[in-house]
């Protein structure tokens, strides 16, 4: 066990549970008869396991053929219950017990969820013990590294079914209208892989093979998930051949829960989903098919990297996240190579990781955790995106094919157990050599790794070459650092690789040009100075260079203006001159770009030069893209049209308001919208024709049935620009009109708001205590309400902030660090303005 770590010790081993549970749908109380079977390594009279929110009936030891009475102590502060014994037990022993969990509405632990069918309200049962949350269903030992079996059993009414990690294996009829449902017994797995499911579904099956597939809803849904069902076939069936290991479970179930506070969740052999991440139609748009096809593939990969070999401790949560977020994509570009997924992928995860990670309170890939309580604070896109896009550079500093060598190794090497983030590397490293090839693979992957933030390297031309120096890219200042880069870059006499690995760096070249990261695999920024960068820019126009690193260029050039390091001007110089009538990525990145600079800069005297650049970029990407799909047309760009028509509306176009308002109408007479531009032109009606839609919007959304559909009318409703129907919005969000898992679509939208924004920091403040009663620290919830607060750009605010959250009974161990990151932003809010004298 690791050292510094609020764990249970390693003196007591489960080896299997067995567990029958008892659920009441009534009570919504689930009673749990347990035995674990554990191996004591050394003579003690107390062992500890983790409890929270469980009630004991009592518990005993069966230890050297005697049985003892246990008394038990809980500690709700920590979650771990004590058994102490009258007498020592040592070697293989079986630890009774009978409790009582609840099953909360808070989509946590053993959990109900509810849903309507046939007018009638009905639930069921589910769960979701990631990160600590096993330990609200059951007591058990709840940490990564105590892999154990399971044999999981209900007893529940006859009209009732279950569903867990493996098949069933019998089902017995007992009195009173009860049956007894049994499970095969598990694979060898950690806690929060455990899966348990109480109620009515539909499914429809697939196969692989010999392995049965099956998609899983709650009654009269089940259609709607029969295209996703079709992709996690493609997708399971790519990675079985990339890993070189076949699924090891019988069976596979995609699980689509009515509430879920996360995305989708990997548990081993019994994915579940929020319906929104898996529900398919014919009327979905592309955008959310390729979202939920890339949770899809996400979790799937999750089956090895989590699953099948899991983190020794949360320190390593990276080891699953990003893995699954880099091969998810990997797997899709290959499937689907007509949705340019890999392009996407720079787009939103590389970036993402350079969002996250530019700020002094971001934290290593590895980081260091204490206890359950800051678990949550790591699910996030240093986790997930910036490890994802670190396994991107490694796999083009190595190569593709030493790359997949390497995992597969380290599969191999730690199937049904756990391992560290040196067992990665080393495994990588091992195939290098045995190639003979001499690769600074652990130094490379130590230093990324184990170090917060990422470079800036700066190029200037110099006598015989070009001079690059790297330092800490933040927000707000350099800092002194260094990591080895791989440096892959092109000059007119073709591309060069290259390990940077101290502080400054020569290369020798006659060429005019020099562009760094070809291909954009590196996690750095970089800086060019004037005369290299007009020439970037003159290759940018006449497509000289590849339309990643176009990208990339751009996105490096706005970091620099937002954090203040270059005037606005020279952003919006930039972009004019080289960037216009050029397609994606660029085109994405700079939109995005240009709608943070105006939101930013409305209302000030900055506002109309903002705009004209804004107005005119959107409308030459809409002149390109059309209003309408063509035959054809790129996937990613029948994504894009709905983004641009969205900006022109928030810029009040008169030809965009003209159009929408003329969709609407016809909308409203019955004709549908195209899906992929629908949300757009909700938003713009919103924001240009006063409140008279709200009532609309408000009820068309309590009548649909369809995830995204909801999604889109409650984000309209958002869109007003009046404050007071913004305020009555907000009334709506903890309404029974809308889920707890989609009770933070209106305050988190409204934060875009031009005029409403700053309504969020009072509802915030107002409402926080609620906030913290309904969003348990395992829902990773609470935290993205202090991250919305980012939007803020003024010391006043700031200060008020600081004060609310001062004070200890308004702040958590799970949203602390969502919170330091918002402050940091704000200070960068505040230099970006003051830079630019507004």
């Given at each position: 066990?690791?050292?510094?770590?609020?764990?249970?010790?390693d003196?007591?081993?489960?080896?299997?549970?067995?567990?029958?549970?008892?659920?009441?749908?009534?009570?919504?109380?689930?009673?749990?008869?347990?035995?674990?079977?554990?191996?004591?390594?050394?003579?003690?009279?107390?062992?500890?396991?983790?409890?929270?929110?469980?009630?004991?009936?009592?518990?005993?030891?069966?230890a050297?053929?005697?049985?003892?009475?246990?008394?038990?102590?809980?500690?709700?502060?920590?979650?771990q219950?004590?058994?102490?014994?009258?007498?020592?037990?040592?070697?293989?022993?079986q630890?009774?017990?009978?409790?009582?969990?609840?099953?909360?509405?808070?989509?946590?632990?053993?959990?109900?969820?509810?849903?309507?069918?046939?007018?009638?309200?009905?639930?069921?049962l589910?769960?979701?013990?990631?990160?600590?949350?096993?330990?609200?269903?059951?007591?058990?030992?709840?940490?990564?590294?105590f892999?154990?079996?399971?044999?999981?059993?209900?007893?529940?009414?006859?009209?009732?079914?279950?569903?867990?990690?493996?098949?069933?294996?019998?089902?017995?009829?007992?009195?009173r209208?009860k049956?007894?449902?049994?499970f095969?017994?598990?694979?060898?797995?950690?806690?929060?892989?455990?899966?348990?499911?109480?109620?009515?579904?539909?499914?429809?099956?697939?196969?692989l093979?010999?392995?049965?597939?099956?998609?899983?809803?709650?009654?009269?849904?089940?259609?709607?998930?029969?295209?996703?069902?079709?992709?996690?076939?493609?997708?399971?069936?790519w990675?079985?051949?990339?890993?070189?290991?076949n699924?090891?479970?019988?069976?596979?179930?995609?699980?689509?829960?009515p509430?879920?506070?996360a995305?989708?969740?990997?548990?081993?052999?019994?994915?579940?989903?929020?319906?929104?991440?898996?529900?398919?139609?014919k009327?979905?748009?592309?955008?959310?098919?390729?979202?939920a096809?890339?949770?899809?593939?996400?979790?799937?990969?999750?089956?090895?990297?989590?699953?099948?070999v899991?983190?020794k401790?949360?320190d390593?949560?990276?080891?699953?996240?990003?893995?699954?977020?880099?091969?998810?994509?990997?797997?899709?570009?290959?499937?689907?190579?007509?949705?340019?997924?890999?392009?996407?992928?720079?787009?939103?995860?590389?970036?993402?990781?350079?969002?996250?990670?530019?700020?002094?309170?971001?934290?290593?890939?590895?980081?260091?955790?204490?206890s359950?309580?800051?678990?949550?604070?790591?699910?996030?896109?240093?986790?997930?995106?910036?490890?994802?896009?670190?396994?991107?550079?490694?796999?083009?500093?190595?190569?593709?094919?030493?790359?997949?060598?390497g995992?597969?190794?380290?599969?191999?090497?730690?199937?049904y157990?756990?391992?560290?983030?040196?067992?990665?590397?080393?495994?990588?490293?091992?195939?290098?050599k045995?190639?003979?090839?001499?690769?600074?693979?652990?130094?490379?992957?130590?230093?990324?790794?184990?170090?917060?933030?990422?470079?800036?390297?700066?190029?200037?031309?110099?006598?015989?070459?070009?001079?690059?120096?790297?330092?800490?890219?933040?927000?707000?200042?350099?800092?002194?650092?260094?990591?080895?880069?791989?440096i892959?870059?092109?000059?007119?006499?073709?591309e060069?690789?290259l390990?940077?690995?101290?502080?400054?760096?020569?290369?020798?070249s006659?060429?005019?040009?020099?562009k760094?990261?070809?291909?954009?695999?590196?996690?750095?920024r970089?800086?060019?100075?004037?005369?290299?960068?007009?020439?970037?820019?003159?290759?940018?126009k006449?497509?000289?260079?590849?339309?990643?690193d176009?990208w990339?260029?751009?996105?490096?050039?706005?970091s620099?203006?937002?954090?203040?390091?270059?005037?606005?001007?020279s952003?919006?110089?930039?972009?004019?001159?080289?960037?216009?009538?050029?397609?994606?990525?660029?085109s994405?990145?700079?939109?995005g770009?240009?709608?943070?600079l105006?939101n930013?800069?409305?209302?000030?005297?900055?506002?109309?030069?903002?705009?004209?650049?804004?107005?005119?970029?959107?409308?030459?990407?809409?002149?390109?893209?059309?209003?309408?799909?063509?035959?054809?047309?790129?996937e990613i760009?029948?994504?894009?049209?709905?983004?641009?028509?969205?900006?022109?509306?928030?810029?009040?176009?008169?030809?965009t308001?003209?159009?929408s308002?003329?969709?609407?109408?016809?909308y409203?007479?019955g004709?549908?919208?195209?899906?992929?531009?629908?949300?757009?032109?909700?938003?713009?009606?919103a924001?240009?024709?006063?409140?008279?839609?709200?009532?609309?919007?408000?009820?068309?959304?309590?009548k649909?049935?369809?995830?995204?559909?909801q999604?889109?009318?409650?984000?309209a409703?958002?869109?007003?620009?009046?404050?007071?129907?913004?305020?009555?919005?907000?009334?709506?969000?903890?309404?029974?009109?809308?889920?707890?898992?989609?009770?933070?679509?209106?305050?988190?939208?409204?934060?875009?708001?031009l005029?409403?924004?700053?309504?969020?920091?009072?509802w915030?403040?107002k409402?926080?205590?609620?906030?913290?009663?309904?969003?348990?620290s395992?829902?990773?919830?609470?935290?993205?309400?202090?991250?919305?607060?980012?939007?803020?750009?003024?010391r006043?605010t700031?200060?008020e902030?600081?004060?609310?959250?001062?004070?200890?009974?308004?702040?958590?161990?799970?949203?602390m660090?969502?919170?330091?990151?918002?402050?940091e932003?704000?200070?960068?809010?505040?230099?970006f303005?003051?830079?630019?004298?507004?």
């Amino acid at each position: 066990m690791t050292s510094g770590h609020e764990t249970l010790g390693d003196n007591v081993l489960p080896i299997n549970y067995k567990l029958v549970f008892v659920p009441d749908l009534k009570t919504f109380k689930t009673k749990v008869f347990e035995d674990i079977t554990c191996n004591v390594k050394r003579p003690t009279k107390s062992i500890k396991i983790n409890a929270k929110e469980i009630e004991f009936d009592g518990g005993s030891v069966f230890a050297n053929g005697k049985v003892q009475e246990a008394k038990i102590t809980l500690n709700k502060k920590s979650s771990q219950a004590t058994f102490t014994f009258k007498k020592s037990v040592s070697g293989k022993i079986q630890l009774a017990m009978t409790s009582t969990c609840i099953n909360n509405d808070g989509m946590y632990g053993f959990y109900r969820s509810k849903y309507t069918h046939r007018g009638k309200e009905r639930h069921i049962l589910t769960t979701q013990f990631e990160a600590p949350n096993a330990r609200a269903a059951f007591p058990c030992f709840d940490e990564p590294s105590f892999k154990a079996t399971f044999d999981v059993s209900f007893i529940i009414d006859r009209g009732l079914d279950a569903i867990s990690n493996m098949p069933i294996k019998e089902t017995s009829n007992l009195d009173r209208g009860k049956k007894m449902v049994r499970f095969e017994k598990s694979a060898k797995m950690s806690t929060y892989l455990l899966y348990l499911f109480v109620g009515n579904y539909e499914a429809i099956e697939g196969r692989l093979g010999k392995l049965r597939l099956r998609a899983i809803t709650v009654p009269g849904k089940v259609e709607q998930v029969r295209e996703s069902l079709g992709y996690a076939i493609k997708f399971l069936d790519w990675q079985q051949k990339y890993f070189g290991i076949n699924f090891p479970l019988p069976k596979l179930d995609f699980i689509a829960i009515p509430d879920f506070a996360a995305g989708a969740m990997e548990n081993w052999g019994a994915i579940t989903f929020r319906e929104i991440a898996f529900v398919i139609t014919k009327q979905s748009s592309a955008a959310i098919k390729q979202q939920a096809s890339e949770t899809i593939s996400h979790e799937i990969v999750h089956q090895w990297f989590g699953d099948l070999v899991t983190m020794k401790w949360w320190d390593d949560l990276w080891l699953n996240e990003s893995f699954a977020t880099f091969l998810a994509c990997k797997a899709i570009d290959e499937v689907y190579p007509q949705w340019d997924f890999e392009v996407q992928y720079i787009d939103e995860g590389l970036g993402a990781a350079f969002t996250a990670d530019s700020l002094e309170s971001t934290h290593p890939i590895s980081v260091h955790i204490n206890s359950p309580d800051q678990i949550d604070s790591i699910f996030d896109a240093i986790s997930y995106e910036k490890g994802g896009s670190v396994l991107y550079m490694l796999e083009d500093y190595v190569g593709k094919p030493l790359f997949r060598k390497g995992l597969h190794r380290y599969l191999a090497d730690h199937a049904y157990s756990n391992a560290a983030k040196e067992d990665l590397w080393n495994a990588i490293a091992k195939e290098a050599k045995k190639e003979g090839k001499n690769l600074k693979v652990s130094q490379l992957m130590h230093s990324w790794v184990t170090k917060s933030g990422h470079p800036v390297v700066e190029v200037k031309k110099v006598a015989g070459g070009f001079r690059l120096s790297q330092k800490r890219f933040t927000l707000l200042k350099d800092m002194e650092d260094h990591w080895p880069i791989p440096i892959h870059y092109l000059t007119d006499k073709g591309e060069g690789m290259l390990l940077m690995e101290k502080s400054e760096q020569l290369i020798r070249s006659s060429s005019p040009f020099i562009k760094l990261n070809l291909g954009q695999k590196g996690l750095y920024r970089v800086k060019y100075e004037g005369a290299i960068l007009e020439h970037l820019g003159r290759m940018i126009k006449q497509k000289k260079l590849g339309t990643l690193d176009a990208w990339g260029i751009e996105n490096d050039l706005f970091s620099f203006v937002r954090s203040g390091r270059l005037p606005l001007s020279s952003y919006l110089y930039f972009v004019e001159k080289y960037c216009f009538g050029l397609g994606y990525p660029l085109s994405s990145n700079i939109s995005g770009h240009l709608g943070w600079l105006f939101n930013m800069t409305y209302g000030t005297s900055l506002e109309e030069a903002v705009k004209g650049v804004f107005v005119g970029f959107n409308k030459d990407q809409l002149r390109i893209l059309g209003w309408t799909q063509k035959k054809g047309e790129r996937e990613i760009d029948t994504i894009l049209r709905g983004g641009v028509i969205a900006n022109l509306g928030i810029a009040r176009d008169v030809e965009t308001v003209a159009q929408s308002k003329k969709l609407f109408e016809h909308y409203r007479r019955g004709k549908e919208i195209d899906s992929n531009i629908k949300g757009a032109i909700f938003a713009t009606i919103a924001w240009n024709m006063g409140p008279k839609n709200f009532n609309f919007f408000f009820e068309r959304y309590k009548k649909a049935q369809i995830p995204e559909e909801q999604r889109r009318f409650l984000g309209a409703l958002t869109a007003f620009g009046d404050r007071k129907v913004l305020s009555e919005a907000l009334k709506i969000a903890y309404s029974k009109d809308v889920r707890l898992q989609d009770s933070m679509v209106i305050p988190i939208r409204l934060t875009g708001n031009l005029v409403g924004r700053d309504l969020y920091w009072a509802w915030t403040k107002k409402n926080w205590r609620m906030l913290m009663g309904k969003y348990d620290s395992g829902t990773h919830m609470l935290s993205r309400f202090a991250e919305a607060l980012s939007f803020v750009s003024d010391r006043k605010t700031k200060a008020e902030i600081v004060r609310f959250f001062s004070k200890r009974e308004n702040r958590r161990d799970d949203m602390m660090r969502g919170y330091n990151q918002a402050l940091e932003r704000i200070d960068a809010n505040m230099k970006f303005r003051e830079k630019n004298g507004i």
